[in-house]
Antibody
């Protein structure tokens, strides 16, 4: 059974960099899939941030592209998200997920982690 | 890209059917067969219910069905059950390797 688990600081100061890691178990990242990041501001809807292939290829939401960096560590079977220059509007629950091969849906999700941007 | 448009709320009584719409444009919903639907209970992660417009992942009850007409996709829940009460989000491929979501619909089982 594929499982994903997000981890990282729950509190980030304005203008700092948000850093999260998604550990994958039950499935090898190197098997050839894309892996995505999403967020959900409190009380609001889901937002796509981007996704990364095991080789390191990435696609980001155009509105966040200038601030986002994703990376993958196949030796640890995990992938990561960095979002720089954060403000209060970046406060959200952040999710990682596995993209289905051949389409643009995501079939396995982490439980999510709340990141609050505040001084 | 702009978010897809969903009604903020929908409701139905147990046993009834309810349909949730998701309206986009020819650049997303209407242009590709890559509409997905997710169910999200409060405090939980989204769960994939429909992919490629009308296909159900293993384990999703056949009470859930998806369809598309032009730029509008729809999710129909038949034989409503109490546990179907949740938020539902549509998502679509929007070209250039981009993904876009709808604003979500809160389904209430009366």
């Amino acid at each position: 059974q594929v499982q994903l688990q997000e981890s990282g600081p729950g509190l980030v100061k304005p203008s700092d960099t948000l850093s999260l890691t998604c550990a994958v178990s039950g499935y090898s990242i190197s098997s050839g899939n894309w892996w995505g990041w999403f967020r959900q501001p409190p009380g609001k809807g889901l937002e796509w941030i981007g996704y990364i292939f095991y080789s390191g290829s990435t696609y980001y939401d155009p509105s966040l592209k200038s601030r986002v960096t994703m990376s993958v560590d196949t030796s640890k079977n995990q992938f990561s998200l960095k979002l720089n220059s954060v403000t209060a509007v970046d406060t959200a629950v952040y999710y990682c997920a596995k993209k289905r091969s051949g389409d643009y849906s995501f079939d396995y999700w982490g439980q999510g982690t709340l990141v609050t941007v505040s001084s | 890209q702009s978010a897809l448009t969903q009604p903020p709320s929908a409701s139905g009584s147990p046993g009834q059917s309810v349909t949730i719409s998701c309206t986009g444009t020819s650049s997303d919903v209407g242009g590709y067969n890559f509409v997905s639907w997710y169910q999200q209970h409060p405090g939980k992660a989204p769960k994939l219910m429909i992919y490629e417009g009308s296909k159900r992942p293993s384990g999703v009850p056949d009470r859930f069905s998806g369809s598309k007409s032009g730029n509008t996709a729809s999710l129909t829940v038949s034989g409503l059950q109490a546990e179907d009460e949740a938020d539902y989000y549509c998502s679509s491929y929007a070209g250039s390797n981009n993904v876009v979501f709808g604003g979500g619909t809160k389904l209430t089982v009366l």
